[in-house]
């Protein structure tokens, strides 16, 4: 089983590339959402600047895609919040089983993220053919429920490397060397 482990150890630039593809993305969504906010801003408190209408729904659009996006990126880097007060007193095998069940659950709700996301931006769910933005009726609200479906791809993604670092880890022992499998 080791061997396996070090066959996977060559896609970790593929890891690493789509982490930095998602944290380029969030950062433009970021940058969007604080020139979109300043120019609204400026449009109530400057009469001679006006702000455009369609403003509030963009700025909590592209708030939605931040959050959903940066969660996946949390994934990743292992620091979402977590309760680790017993932690030092488990024995270790336990703990790995306890953080591969935390692991095999988020990806699981990947997994429904994704499905049940798809779903609803299809172009034959209501949502697609239905929902507008009221500032900005030619523009249908499939870009508001975009980021849950491209969130679960995010979080499958970088699950399955974590389900795969744990899975690894019990294959080493203690002090870092392999164990004889």
Known sequence: ???FFQTLEKIKPVYDWA?????????????????IT?????????PFFTAPHWSEEIILTL???MAVLSATLAIRKRSHIRMTAFDNYLPRKALLCLDL????AVLVLGVILLVEGAKVVSPTGN???FAKYSSLPKLSQIWMYMPVPV????MIIFELEQVFQRIEAFYKKDDGKEAQA
Do not use: E, H, N
Request: aromatic share 10%; hydrophobic share 65%; proline share 2%.
């Open 38 to 46: 300043s120019v609204t801003v400026a449009g109530r408190y400057f």
């Open 19 to 35: 982490y930095k593809i998602m944290l380029v993305i969030c950062k433009l969504l970021l940058i969007a959402d604080i020139i």
């Open 127 to 129: 949502i697609a053919k």
């Open 1 to 3: 089983m080791p061997a």
């Open 151 to 154: 969130a679960g791809v995010g």
């Open 63 to 65: 708030m939605v895609y």
């Open 101 to 104: 069940l935390a692991d095999v």
